[in-house]
C-alpha cells in the first residue's frame, strides 16, 4: 500500500469538439481553453491548490504531494511528513524545511552553529574549524583549549 506519492503536473489543451471534463477540485465544468492533468484527473488552474497554503499548484511541469488524502506543496509535505534529522550540536530535531548549516556530514540548527567552547557565532566568512565533532572557533583551535592544556573563559 503506497501512503505517498510525488506527482507532476501537466497542462492540457481543451480540444474545440471536445465535450468539457468536469474538475477535480469544484466539479464545475472546464470551459477553459486549457486545464490541468494531474492525479489522474483534469483541474481548473485556480482549483489544484495546497490543502494547508492555497497556494496554486498548476505550474507546468511542478510537482505536487500526495498523502494521507491531502495533496500538498513541496514545502508542506515536507514540513507535515519530511525527515527531519538532528542538530549535531543540540541533538534537537531539525524541520525538513529549516535552512541550516553544515560541516561534513554534520548538520546544524542556524542558531546553534557557534563555537561549542566558547559560543562565538560565526559570520559569512569566518574560520571555523572541526576537531573531534566539535566546532571550534580559530582562537579555540589554535589554542588547543579542547584537550585541556589551557582554560579558556567563556566570553
Not at 589554542?143 to 589551557?150: A, D, F, P, V, W
Request: charged content about 25%; some cysteine; glycine content about 8%.
Amino acid at each position: 500500500m503506497v501512503l505517498e506519492k510525488e506527482e507532476s503536473v501537466s497542462l492540457v489543451s481543451l480540444q474545440s469538439r471536445e465535450k468539457p471534463r468536469g474538475c477535480a477540485g469544484c466539479n464545475g465544468k472546464i470551459r477553459d481553453r486549457f486545464m490541468l492533468q494531474a492525479l489522474d484527473r483534469y483541474w481548473h488552474e485556480d482549483c489544484l491548490k495546497c490543502a494547508c497554503c492555497d497556494c496554486r499548484l498548476g505550474r507546468v511541469g511542478s510537482t505536487l504531494y500526495t498523502r494521507a488524502n491531502l495533496i500538498l506543496c513541496r514545502r508542506d509535505y515536507l514540513r507535515l511528513f519530511g525527515v527531519t534529522g538532528n542538530c549535531a550540536a543540540c541533538s534537537k530535531l531539525i524541520p525538513a524545511f529549516e535552512m541550516v548549516m553544515r560541516a561534513r556530514d554534520n548538520v546544524y540548527h542556524l542558531d546553534c552553529f557557534a563555537c561549542q567552547l566558547c559560543r562565538q557565532r560565526f559570520c559569512v566568512g569566518d574560520k571555523f574549524f572541526l576537531k573531534n565533532n566539535m566546532i571550534l572557533c580559530q582562537l579555540d583551535y589554535e589554542g588547543g583549549h579542547l584537550n585541556g592544556s589551557t582554560e579558556r573563559q567563556p566570553q
